[in-house]
C-alpha cells in the first residue's frame, strides 16, 4: 500500500473526465468504495525485527499499513463483550474467557503469524487501498482524499506507530480523522509510553475524531496486584460550580490513566474491552473474572464519554500536576537533608 502520509494531487485537468460528470452523490459513494470504509493496520517497522517477533529480520524504516481481515467489527466485538461468548475455548471458563485483539487480528499481521518473514500486500493476497485515483486531478483529490481520513478507522497496537503517524500528518489531516482504534498489550508495551504520546496539544488537533475503540490484552495472572481502591476527590463547587455532586476520579487503575486524556475529544461513541491472554482455568485464582473485566472497561467508557470530558480532565490533570510537583518538592528536601548530614 502507498504511503498515505505523502498521497498528493496533480493539476490535471480533468473537465472531459466521465467520473466528474457524474452526480456528487454517485461519485461519493464511488470514492467511498475505493478509498474508504476501511479498518487500517498501522505499524511503524524498523530496519531490525520488522516489528515482529524475529530480531533477525530486515526492511525498510517506516510506516506499513494492512487492511483488516477480521470476520466481526469492534462493536459486534464490545458487544459480545458485554453479553458473553457462545465459543469458549475448551481450557477456559466462562467466568475468565474473553477474546482477545491479538487473537482477533492475528491474521492482518505485517508478517507471518510465526513472524519469519514480512508479509508484503501482494503475498498476503489481501484487498489494498487503490490510492492511484487521487493523483488523477485536483478536483479528485479534495473530493476523495477527504474520504480517505475521515471514513476509515485506523488502528495502532503500540506507542511508537501512533506517534509516528500523527507526525506525518498534515495539520488538516489530523482535523479529518473521525474514527481510531488502539490495542494495547501491557506486557509489552508500558503505559507510560502511552501517556508521552497521547498530550493534550495533539489530542486538541484531533478536533474531527468522534469515535474510539479500545482493547486492552492483558496477562491478569501477571497484573493481580493492580490495586483495587480509587483515590476520589470531591470537588469544591462553591468556587467553580463545574462538577456539583461529582466525584473526581484521580487514580484509577495506572494501566488505564493515560487513556483518559482522550477526554479532550469530545466523543461520540467509544467501546473500551479488557481481554484476558491467559486462557488457562488453573489460574483462576489470579484473574479477574469477565464481571470484573466489563466494571472496569465501563468504567473507562463512561468515562471517555462524559459531557463535560474536556473540564474533568483538565481538573484531574491539574491535581496530578500538583502531586507530582510536591512529590518532586518532597524529593529535593530529602536530598538536601541528605546533603547536610553528610556535610556534617
Not at 490535471?12 to 476501511?38: C, Y
Not at 511503524?44 to 494492512?66: F, K, M, N, Q, V
Not at 483518559?260 to 491472554?277: P, R, S, Y
Amino acid at each position: 500500500m502507498e504511503n498515505l502520509t505523502k498521497i498528493s494531487s496533480t493539476n490535471h485537468v480533468a473537465s472531459t473526465s466521465p467520473l466528474l460528470k457524474l452526480p456528487v452523490e454517485l461519485r461519493d459513494r464511488i470514492f467511498r468504495f475505493v478509498v474508504g470504509d476501511q479498518f487500517i493496520h498501522v505499524k511503524w517497522t524498523h530496519r531490525g525485527g520488522c516489528g515482529s517477533a524475529d530480531p533477525t529480520l530486515e526492511c525498510d524504516i517506516g510506516l506499513r499499513y494492512a487492511i483488516c481481515v477480521a470476520t466481526v467489527s469492534e462493536n459486534e466485538v464490545y458487544e459480545e463483550f458485554r453479553s458473553g461468548y457462545n465459543n469458549i475455548p475448551p481450557k477456559d471458563s466462562p467466568e475468565y474467557y474473553t477474546s482477545t485483539c491479538e487473537e482477533r487480528h492475528k491474521e492482518c499481521r505485517l508478517w507471518d503469524k510465526y513472524g519469519n518473514t514480512p508479509v508484503i500486500e501482494e503475498k498476503r493476497e489481501k484487498k489494498a487501498l487503490d490510492l492511484s485515483m487521487l493523483g488523477a486531478s485536483r478536483q479528485i483529490y479534495e473530493e476523495a482524499n477527504l474520504l480517505l481520513w475521515s471514513t476509515n478507522t485506523f488502528s495502532f497496537e503500540d506507542p511508537t506507530s501512533f506517534e509516528k503517524f500523527m507526525s506525518k500528518l498534515t495539520f488538516l489531516q489530523k482535523r479529518k480523522l473521525t474514527k481510531m482504534h488502539i490495542s494495547i498489550d501491557w506486557l509489552s508495551y508500558r503505559y507510560e509510553q502511552w501517556e508521552r504520546v497521547l498530550k493534550i496539544r495533539l489530542l486538541e488537533k484531533l478536533k474531527g475524531l468522534k469515535t474510539v475503540h479500545l482493547c486492552f490484552d492483558q496477562d491478569l495472572v501477571r497484573l493481580a496486584s493492580w490495586p483495587d481502591e480509587s483515590i476520589l476527590l470531591e470537588e469544591d463547587t462553591s468556587s467553580t460550580g463545574l462538577f456539583a455532586s461529582r466525584q473526581i476520579l484521580v487514580l484509577d487503575y495506572p494501566q488505564l490513566e493515560p487513556f483518559g486524556a482522550l477526554q479532550m475529544l469530545h466523543l461520540q461513541h467509544a467501546t473500551v474491552v479488557i481481554a484476558d491472554k491467559t486462557g488457562d482455568a488453573e489460574q483462576s485464582t489470579s484473574r479477574w473474572s469477565v464481571h470484573k473485566q466489563r466494571e472496569v472497561a465501563e468504567k473507562l467508557r463512561n468515562k471517555l464519554l462524559e459531557p463535560e470530558g474536556v473540564k474533568v480532565f483538565m481538573a484531574e490533570y491539574n491535581i496530578k500536576k500538583e502531586m507530582r510537583e510536591k512529590g518532586r518538592g518532597v524529593r529535593k528536601v530529602g536530598a538536601g537533608r541528605r546533603a547536610e548530614r553528610t556535610e556534617h
